[in-house]
């Protein structure tokens, strides 16, 4: 079974300050990983995924994310935070084994981002 | 259109009616999904369609109803829902080849 733990439901942080939301997963297989970002009233769209190779991983919209496996973190980061940034941000892991079958997400409860001026 | 569309975005239903959501996907994706997203809880993923099949559905109560016919349509057909049912319903696919899912923009139900 997995599952994602996501540290703080809700993080503030200023504009242009560095922006940390924790992640940590349980996998009984090598796991994939993704961040996922929700506006209000929106679906969730695809921030950046960890599927092997380099551990530290570049998204969209300047985030990035480093998978450590020792400590079963994928936490994401973006240096300087802009307003537009203010969303809910959603870890997910994935326990898809083989091609040909469905992947299936577990979520993490989210963190909700506000960006102050 | 591109990508993963959901009908309609907002549905307001009493719990005597039936209503159906209806996904679609322009992506060329072999599995669809259902999830339901609840205030305060995370995601709980409901059921998933792979080649038109149902491989997963999580205990989902028999009142959801998921219908497949093709690889690009995806149907939640809803009967005697109940308040707690009211949440936003959110439809994915994904390829098989490939490991993250692709969003529709959700069904915000409500049941009153």
């Known amino acids: 079974a997995q599952s994602v733990t996501q540290l703080g439901s809700h993080v503030s942080v200023s504009e242009g300050a560095l922006v940390l939301l924790r992640c940590n997963y349980s996998?009984?297989?090598?796991?994939?990983l993704f961040w996922y970002v929700q506006y209000p009233n929106q679906g969730l769209q695809l921030l950046l995924k960890y599927t092997t190779g380099a551990t530290l991983v570049k998204g969209i919209n300047g985030f990035e994310a480093e998978f450590k496996k020792s400590e079963t973190s994928f936490h994401l980061t973006k240096p300087s935070a802009h307003m537009s940034d203010a969303a809910e941000y959603f870890c997910?892991?994935?326990?898809?084994?083989?091609?040909?079958?469905?992947?299936?997400?577990?979520f993490g409860t989210g963190t909700r981002l506000q960006v102050t001026l | 259109e591109t990508g993963v569309t959901q009908t309609p975005r907002h549905l307001v239903m009493g719990m005597t009616n039936k209503k159906s959501l209806k996904c679609e996907q322009h992506l060329g994706h072999n599995a669809m999904y259902w999830y339901k997203q609840s205030a305060k809880k995370p995601l709980e993923l409901m059921f998933v369609y792979n080649f038109k099949e149902q491989t997963e559905n999580n205990s989902v109560p028999s009142r959801f109803s998921p219908e497949c016919p093709n690889s690009s349509h995806l149907f939640l057909h809803l009967h005697t829902l109940q308040p707690e049912d009211s949440a936003l319903y959110l439809c994915a696919s994904s390829q098989d080849s490939g490991v993250e899912a692709f969003f529709g923009q959700g069904t915000r139900l409500t049941v009153v």
């Open positions: 996998s009984s297989v090598p796991p994939y």
């Open positions: 997910a892991v994935s326990d898809r084994l083989n091609t040909g079958t469905a992947s299936k997400l577990t």
